[in-house]
């Protein structure tokens, strides 16, 4: 996805352009004003923009002249013409999954109980089973993320 500069410091304009929310444009344009490209590589072109260009072209051909970094799986891949630095900065975009299941085992009295769990944005519920049989639950929610 080829972005100007403008794009990537407005949350609105990210959002359209990359095809997210606006609560995790919000987060990616944090994240981006301190966070570091993924790869920084040298390519001749006539301007910043056509740099831009062709190393969008080559993230899509999985060009094995591109540094590794720069052709990692992401959810989102986000290649901006830095005019400001004369460079073409790629960053490599993971949302954060809003649904998650899980599995695995709680012990209590020196018993072990197998646990299924479901967890929405900062809330996670967990069912216990002896078995087949279900014996209690819990429910979490997420204080603090780092």
Do not use: C
Not at 69 to 95: F, G
């Amino acid at each position: 996805m080829l972005l100007k500069q403008e794009q990537v410091k407005d949350p609105v304009k990210l959002a359209n352009a990359i095809h997210i929310t606006k609560d995790e444009a919000r987060q990616v344009v944090s994240k981006m004003e301190t966070a570091q490209p993924a790869v920084t590589y040298y390519v001749q072109a006539r301007t910043v923009e056509q740099a831009a260009k062709d190393t969008q072209q080559a993230i899509k051909r999985d060009d094995p002249a591109l540094p590794k970094a720069a052709t990692e799986k992401s959810d989102r891949t986000a290649v901006v013409a830095n005019t400001d630095q004369q460079k073409v900065d790629v960053y490599k975009i993971n949302l954060n999954k809003a649904h998650k299941i899980k599995a695995g085992i709680t012990v209590l009295d020196s018993k072990a109980y197998e646990t299924i769990g479901y967890q929405a944005g900062k809330v996670e519920v967990l069912a216990h089973f002896d078995g087949q049989h279900f014996e209690g639950g819990s429910v979490l929610y997420t204080v603090k993320e780092w």
